[in-house]
């Protein structure tokens, strides 16, 4: 296993030229061998992705998708890393490299699970897929967009996703992510008339800009209060991402002013009452105008702690004496595709290393692999059959 995770991180799948014919290659050699059924799928961007099944008996049952992204963030600072990004080096029981937590990691945890299940010929009623997507880190939408919106997607009766989650920096629990927000990016422009900044009275719209930009950080300082009552996840993220007015000279206003914010929704609220919320911000400035550059029409659908997909998955957990904790992620990631679906999705990276997703030095320990197959071992056990 260990030695798999290193082959699969010294395949480089950072942007621009993701190497996954490597990865799916060397899955599909393993899970022949293993004698799963591997399906490779070209999706319509031209990216290719795997499906790895475990038939199950009853065919009617919704099938579970334990899932992963294949592509990584660059390592681009090779100089600030202790051991070459791409080597996957194993240095007193760690294993370094770029993916071993975002989500490499997770993904050979996930086979082993698997094939553990396979190996002592328990045969499941529940069929099983291990997905291997591509462009997740680009939004996903040359990736699992495009897979749910696939001929072949309907066909694997999916009921269940087990996805990416976060690890737990605790020896003590793990997390479940039952939720996530969603983005609202945009640009917002003041305008104004050019004058000679000597003008006292002179309408400047870099002031009326930096007036309602000043709402924003106050509300977000409003909302980091709440934070004890609420997860981060539960609330609204406003952020100032970028600054500009089209100056030409030190002693004249500008006519237009600019600035993108990136705020982050719950899911609590809708689309419609994040943009509403925009707006009523703006009420009062007219001179602004807004406009949207990037959100997901998909949401994420939070899971229930009721439902027996969580309370299996939080049992399996607790057999191996570690508290379950329900957390709500903060960025958002492929796992809307399906909710979007009606599947129902949890997020569970089985690991207990302090996060350090897209990071320096990122890495996780021999025991969170072992640690994990385990617990996925006997979520698939009590869940499929
Ligand atoms: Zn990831």
């Given at each position: 296993?260990?030695?798999?995770?290193?082959?699969?991180?010294?395949?480089?799948?950072?942007?621009p030229?993701?190497?996954?014919?490597?990865?799916?290659?060397?899955?599909?050699?393993?899970?022949?061998?293993?004698?799963?059924?591997?399906?490779?799928?070209?999706?319509?961007s031209?990216?290719?992705m795997?499906?790895?099944?475990?038939?199950?008996?009853?065919?009617?049952?919704?099938?579970?998708?334990?899932?992963?992204?294949?592509?990584?963030v660059?390592?681009?600072?090779?100089?600030?890393?202790?051991?070459?990004?791409?080597?996957?080096?194993?240095?007193?029981?760690?294993?370094?490299?770029?993916?071993?937590?975002?989500?490499?990691?997770?993904?050979?945890?996930?086979?082993?699970?698997?094939?553990?299940?396979?190996?002592?010929?328990?045969?499941?009623?529940?069929?099983?897929?291990?997905?291997?997507?591509?462009?997740?880190?680009?939004?996903?939408?040359?990736?699992?967009?495009?897979?749910?919106?696939?001929?072949?997607?309907?066909?694997?009766?999916?009921?269940?996703?087990?996805?990416?989650?976060?690890?737990?920096?605790?020896?003590?629990?793990?997390?479940?992510?039952?939720?996530?927000?969603?983005p609202?990016?945009?640009r917002?422009?003041?305008?104004?008339?050019?004058?000679?900044?000597?003008e006292?009275?002179?309408?400047?719209?870099?002031?009326?800009?930096?007036?309602?930009?000043?709402?924003?950080?106050?509300?977000?300082?409003?909302q980091?209060?709440?934070?004890?009552?609420?997860?981060?996840?539960?609330?609204?993220?406003?952020?100032?991402?970028?600054?500009?007015?089209?100056?030409?000279?030190?002693?004249?206003?500008?006519?237009?002013?600019?600035?993108?914010?990136?705020?982050?929704?719950?899911?609590?609220?809708?689309?419609d009452?994040?943009?509403?919320?925009?707006?009523?911000?703006?009420?009062?400035?007219?001179?602004?105008?807004?406009?949207?550059?990037?959100?997901?029409?998909?949401?994420?659908?939070?899971?229930?702690?009721?439902s027996?997909?969580?309370?299996?998955?939080?049992?399996?957990?607790?057999?191996?004496?570690?508290?379950?904790?329900?957390?709500?992620?903060?960025?958002?990631?492929?796992?809307?595709?399906?909710?979007h679906?009606?599947?129902?999705?949890?997020?569970?990276?089985?690991?207990?290393?302090?996060?350090?997703?897209?990071?320096?030095?990122?890495?996780?320990?021999?025991?969170?692999?072992?640690?994990?197959?385990?617990?996925?071992?006997?979520?698939?056990?009590?869940?499929?059959?």
């Amino acid at each position: 296993m260990i030695n798999f995770l290193q082959r699969y991180v010294c395949i480089n799948t950072a942007y621009p030229n993701p190497d996954y014919q490597s990865v799916i290659a060397l899955f599909k050699k393993h899970a022949l061998d293993d004698g799963f059924l591997v399906n490779e799928l070209l999706l319509p961007s031209g990216n290719p992705m795997l499906i790895v099944t475990m038939l199950g008996s009853s065919f009617e049952l919704p099938s579970l998708a334990l899932n992963h992204h294949m592509d990584v963030v660059p390592a681009d600072n090779l100089d600030e890393w202790r051991f070459p990004p791409f080597s996957g080096t194993v240095s007193e029981g760690l294993i370094y490299g770029r993916g071993t937590q975002d989500c490499k990691g997770l993904g050979v945890a996930q086979y082993a699970a698997l094939k553990m299940l396979k190996q002592k010929q328990l045969n499941t009623q529940r069929t099983i897929h291990l997905i291997m997507v591509p462009d997740e880190e680009r939004g996903g939408f040359h990736g699992t967009k495009e897979f749910v919106e696939h001929p072949i997607f309907s066909s694997l009766n999916i009921g269940y996703v087990l996805d990416e989650g976060m690890p737990s920096a605790s020896n003590r629990e793990l997390l479940i992510k039952v939720d996530e927000r969603t983005p609202i990016q945009i640009r917002v422009t003041s305008s104004g008339l050019q004058a000679h900044a000597c003008e006292l009275f002179a309408q400047n719209c870099v002031h009326v800009l930096t007036d309602f930009l000043a709402k924003i950080v106050t509300f977000n300082l409003a909302q980091q209060r709440l934070v004890g009552l609420h997860q981060p996840g539960e609330l609204i993220c406003m952020h100032i991402t970028s600054l500009s007015a089209n100056n030409g000279a030190l002693n004249v206003i500008p006519s237009q002013a600019q600035a993108t914010i990136d705020i982050r929704i719950p899911s609590r609220l809708s689309l419609d009452e994040g943009i509403a919320l925009i707006d009523s911000l703006l009420q009062d400035y007219t001179t602004i105008t807004y406009e949207i550059l990037a959100t997901s029409k998909e949401r994420f659908k939070p899971i229930k702690s009721e439902s027996i997909f969580y309370k299996t998955l939080a049992q399996a957990v607790l057999d191996y004496n570690l508290t379950p904790k329900p957390f709500v992620f903060q960025a958002t990631t492929d796992a809307r595709f399906y909710t979007h679906r009606g599947i129902q999705v949890i997020g569970f990276t089985p690991f207990s290393v302090v996060p350090n997703l897209h990071g320096t030095d990122e890495h996780i320990s021999i025991k969170d692999l072992d640690q994990g197959t385990t617990i996925l071992y006997t979520f698939l056990h009590s869940f499929c059959m």
